[in-house]
Nanobody, 122 residues
């Protein structure tokens, strides 16, 4: 089992930045790829970004490319999502998830956190 806890969400004005963290405990975190997903009110959950187990490879959704950057610190069992140039369309609950591969598909992730709210005001 891997337990994931997201933090760093909050309120920010458009154009601002936030850094989300995903802390892990349990089984060896460095064995897992990690993804970030988000769910806006009334919408389905969507892929944001993913990173491989060693951080060598990452991919980001087109909607966040150039604005969001994912990274990880395996020594501290933490993954980060740096979010810059935020817009109201980024308002959502953000979830991190761990799985075998850094894909954009929810079904490829076995462990999920509870989510952290990000609200961007115009």
């Amino acid at each position: 089992q891997v337990q994931l806890v997201e933090s760093g969400g909050g309120f920010v004005q458009a154009g601002g930045s936030l850094r989300l963290s995903c802390g892990a405990s349990g089984r060896t975190f460095s064995n897992y790829a990690v993804g970030w997903f988000r769910q806006a009110p009334g919408k389905e959950r969507e892929f944001v970004a993913a990173i491989s187990w060693n951080g060598a490879r990452s991919n980001h959704a087109d909607s966040v490319k150039g604005r969001f950057t994912m990274s990880r610190d395996n020594a501290n069992n933490t993954v980060y999502l740096q979010m810059n140039s935020l817009t109201p369309d980024d308002t959502a609950v953000y979830y991190c998830a761990a799985g075998a591969f850094a894909t954009s598909m929810e079904r490829d992730y076995d462990y999920w956190g509870q989510g952290t709210q990000v609200t961007v005001s115009s």
